[in-house]
């Protein structure tokens, strides 16, 4: 097995006395991402890090094959083996997240980013932040991130959406027409024209999602995955489904009472 070992990489604080070992992949056309993290997190928790390269795939294969390990990195400290990366972060108790962990996080992401543009663009235009245009284009701009999300693989979104929203089910085609739909909605809702096409867009899907989302979770009591940031998540069926809808019902009918005042 050929490696090459590179300098000691000692940190700031200079606690010396605290030693670890690493093997990563650092080839011509790949260094593993992980390794670098796993050296990082190493010299941040005041390790000095004997750091091995393993600069050819037959070097990587023998290294795997020598200790029985699947992956690269591997980190070894005080002569014991501690894993990989996620291992690492075990090591040291930081979080790790799990492939199938459900977290809310995409959500409160993309409704913090909506938020904020339309706070800055309510400033912007009227020399205000808390503003009632604001509001709307919270809404309709989290209605487009809620899009992007589901189209950027629509036949995932779609397979998701089955599980739960009962239009979907009767008419399949109406899960792959649901993001554009939401997306045409959202746009034309932050620009303010042609309510008379957004409006009734928002408050069909919007309706029929509220009624599908009560009946599966809050009903049925059924423990599903939501299909509202694309057909890839693990974020719950639940209260964030029933509030996009609920926006979307809400967004509809403002926009159309709005246009008769």
């Known amino acids: 097995m050929t490696t090459t070992q590179q300098k000691n990489h000692t940190p700031a604080d200079g606690a010396s006395h605290k030693k670890a070992t690493l093997y990563r992949m ?10 670098i993290k796993s050296k990082y997190l190493l010299e941040r928790e005041g390790y000095v890090v004997d750091d091995h390269h393993l600069t050819t795939r037959e070097a990587t294969d023998a290294f795997r094959e020598e200790h ?9 400290i005080d002569g014991e083996r501690v894993g990989g990366y996620d291992d690492l972060r075990g090591y040291f108790d930081r979080s790790v997240t799990s492939e199938n962990e ?19 663009t309510s400033w912007f235009t009227f020399d205000n932040l808390l503003t009632l245009r ?27 959406f089955l599980n739960y929203d009962l239009l979907a089910q009767r008419w399949v085609p109406y899960g792959y027409i649901y993001p554009f739909a939401e997306a045409l909605a959202g746009i034309l809702m932050i620009s303010g024209s042609l309510v008379w096409i957004s409006s009734p867009i928002s408050l069909f899907i919007g309706g029929i999602g509220v009624v599908s989302v009560i009946k599966a ?15 890839n998540s693990n974020v719950p069926l639940g209260l964030v489904s029933l509030t996009e809808s609920l926006m979307m019902v809400a967004m509809g009918t403002w926009m159309l009472i709005k246009t008769t005042l």
């Not at 029985?68 to 070894?76: A, C, G, L, M, R």
């Not at 604001?134 to 998701?160: N, R, Y």
Request: charged content about 20%; glycine content about 4%; hydrophobic content about 50%.
């Open 26 to 35: 650092v080839m011509d056309k790949h260094t593993c991402p992980y390794g």
């Open 134 to 160: 604001a509001f709307e284009w919270f809404v309709a701009i989290s209605m487009c991130f809620l899009a992007i999300q589901k189209l950027q693989d629509v036949e995932s979104f779609s397979t998701m």
């Open 68 to 76: 029985d390990v699947k992956t690269t990195p591997q980190t070894w």
């Open 217 to 231: 979770v809050y009903i049925e009591k059924r423990e599903l995955k939501c299909a509202c940031v694309g057909g």
């Open 102 to 120: 459900t977290s809310y996080r995409p959500v409160i992401a993309i409704f913090a980013v909506a938020a904020a543009m339309a706070l800055a």
